[in-house]
């Protein structure tokens, strides 16, 4: 529920999205990618993700560290099987 509650967080999935090209982003330019995070908000993000282990800062940037590489892995499996997910008709 833990890993739940932190990907629920507004612009936490987006943040690991723009890290999975194996570039070192700043600051600056990962808010650039992240269309309109203010810069409070990604800097809580990318705090929780770094405390969970998923994202590390190296002295030129922003990467996913093993367990955030492994973790957009499985996220991918859950991607593929919401492609052919279709939801019952409400109405």
């Known amino acids: 529920m833990a890993l739940l509650d932190l990907l629920g967080r507004r612009w936490a999935?987006?943040?690991l999205w723009e890290l999975q090209d194996d570039s070192t982003p700043t600051f600056r330019r990962l808010q650039q990618r992240c269309d309109g995070v203010s810069s409070s908000v990604l800097?809580?993000?990318?705090r929780e993700l770094g405390q969970?282990?998923?994202?590390?800062?190296?002295?030129?940037g922003y990467l996913l560290t093993g367990q955030g590489r492994t973790l957009l892995e499985r996220?991918?499996?859950l991607d593929a099987w919401a492609a052919d997910w279709?939801?019952?008709a409400t109405g």
Request: proline residues 5%.
């Open 52 to 60: 969970a282990d998923l994202v590390e800062h190296t002295g030129d």
């Open 75 to 77: 996220l991918a499996l």
């Open 43 to 46: 800097a809580d993000r990318l």
């Open 13 to 15: 999935l987006r943040v």
């Open 86 to 88: 279709q939801p019952k």
